[in-house]
């Protein structure tokens, strides 16, 4: 990953002092090697691997992948199979909603008889995933599948100590694999959360850790001149505290990558949209996901020329596995001159030409490039923006690891539910 930063900011602000970032990456690596908090040191332990293969190797013959999940649970495994899965004979489906029409929709498309269902919830008690998980065993009942072999269709994800879907597994015999307890759902892409489905996607998921290995070197450096991390944060930082920038998109030219906007939403937001009880005040960094060249059709315009609240991270994929030359006989001069380019000329030069026209408009920009979408740079890229979302939490004053304005969503629904029925 090579960063390129196109930002109006001081470089003698306090927030670039030795001092300072020193001081925060001493809170980050505090942090990362608190026992409580496990998403840095996640792929130093390779039995996650090892038992996700050995799933794998009972199941893998099925035609249907269902993933039962909500937010984290549902959100990594969909974005590292829209970026990386290879051509597969396993169809997916993800029930991540409690939408009965789409419910419907997704169903039809399976025989449940040739289908694995993985039901994903940290807490094992999920009320959006309880029910999906309800509505498949239903469909497995009236396909002919009796509940003394619903093992052989049904795979568990969820906290290896504490969980209604683990007392399942253990009474029921199924098989069940682990979201470690120092974890969050957000967090857990890399663990078998992310690491079974894309097993079925012809993933290679030792890349994937390798990856994520790979740039931890970096990301704790005490070279402030190295540290990516460390000169990302701080500009974010700057730009919220002196121009109130507080608005973050994440824009990867690559629809391949689309997904991994939207898994950057929730880490994101979840994670930073907080009350800071240190600064006694409502705080957070709204991500908005964005994807090119298709959206320089539609959210540029606003990025470009609406109020200037926005940081931007584009993302540049620098050598795609296929490419089109564009001559042609067309007769038109809108066509004419595109002879002698390839597509993937065409969508550089529209990045590049982007990240001038937003310099020129002084919009604020964080460009960063990986060689090859795959397994490797995924790796970096998903530990890089975790990490950055963690030392986030430190420049904001809040915790980046809770998440008390969705837990207080779900009391009062459970509220609501309970009345239907008075």
């Given at each position: 990953m090579k960063f390129k930063y196109h930002t109006n900011i001081n470089p003698t602000d306090s927030l670039f002092s030795?001092?300072?970032?020193?001081?925060?990456?001493?809170?980050?690596?505090e942090t990362i090697n608190d026992e409580k908090i496990g998403f840095f040191h996640l792929t130093d332990d390779q039995n996650h691997l090892e038992k996700s293969k050995e799933i794998y190797s009972k199941h893998k013959d099925k035609k249907y992948f269902v993933q039962i999940g909500i937010g984290g649970s549902?959100?990594?495994?969909?974005?590292?199979?829209?970026?990386?899965?290879?051509?597969?004979?396993?169809q997916f489906i993800y029930l991540d909603n409690t939408d009965a029409d789409y419910v419907y929709d997704e169903m039809a498309k399976i025989n449940p008889k040739e289908t694995l269902f993985y039901v994903v919830s940290k807490s094992g008690s999920t009320a959006e995933t309880m029910a999906s998980f309800a509505i498949c065993r239903q469909a497995l009942i009236e396909s002919g599948v009796s509940e003394s072999e619903f093992k052989n269709y049904f795979v568990f994800c969820t906290d290896p100590v504490k969980s209604d879907l683990r007392d399942l597994a253990i009474d029921q015999g199924f098989d069940a694999l682990d979201i470690p307890s120092n974890i969050g759902g957000r967090f857990s892409v890399l663990t078998a959360v992310g690491l079974l489905p894309a097993l079925f996607a012809g993933i290679d998921i030792d890349k994937?850790?390798?990856?994520?290995?790979?740039?931890?070197?970096?990301?704790?450096?005490?070279?402030?001149?190295?540290?990516?991390?460390?000169?990302?944060?701080?500009?974010?930082?700057?730009?919220?505290?002196?121009?109130?920038?507080?608005?973050?998109?994440?824009?990867?030219?690559?629809?391949?990558?689309?997904?991994?906007?939207?898994?950057?939403?929730?880490?994101?937001?979840?994670?930073?949209?907080?009350y800071s009880q240190e600064l006694k005040q409502h705080i957070g960094l709204t991500p908005i996901p964005a994807y090119g060249?298709?959206?320089?059709?539609?959210?540029?315009q606003l990025f470009m020329e609406g109020v200037n609240d926005k940081l931007l991270f584009l993302i540049e994929v620098k050598n795609k596995s296929h490419d089109y030359k564009l001559d042609n006989t067309i007769g038109k001069s809108s066509?004419?001159?595109?002879?002698?380019?390839?597509?993937?000329?065409?969508?550089?030069?529209?990045?590049?030409?982007?990240?001038?026209?937003?310099?020129?408009?002084?919009?604020?920009?964080?460009?960063?490039?990986?060689?090859?979408?795959?397994?490797?740079?995924?790796?970096?890229?998903?530990?890089?923006?975790?990490s950055l979302t963690a030392i986030m939490g430190h420049y904001l004053r809040i915790n980046p690891f809770n998440q008390p304005g969705v837990e207080l969503g779900k009391k009062y629904a459970f509220e609501y539910l309970s009345k239907l029925q008075e």
């Open positions: 030795t001092d300072s970032l020193n001081s925060f990456l001493r809170l980050f690596k549902a959100l990594g495994p969909q974005m590292l199979i829209d970026a990386l899965g290879k051509d597969s004979s396993t994937l850790f390798e990856g994520a290995n790979s740039i931890k070197e970096n990301l704790m450096s005490d070279d402030l001149d190295v540290n990516e991390l460390t000169k990302a944060a701080a500009q974010i930082s700057h730009l919220l505290v002196r121009q109130g920038i507080n608005q973050t998109i994440l824009m990867p030219y690559s629809s391949k990558l689309k997904s991994f906007s939207n898994w950057f939403v929730q880490l994101w937001g979840e994670s930073l949209g907080k060249a298709t959206d320089q059709h539609s959210q540029m066509a004419s001159k595109l002879n002698g380019y390839t597509i993937n000329q065409l969508i550089e030069a529209q990045l590049y030409g982007t990240i001038e026209a937003l310099k020129e408009r002084e919009r604020n920009v964080i460009h960063i490039t990986i060689d090859n979408n795959d397994e490797y740079n995924m790796g970096r890229m998903v530990l890089f923006f975790e």
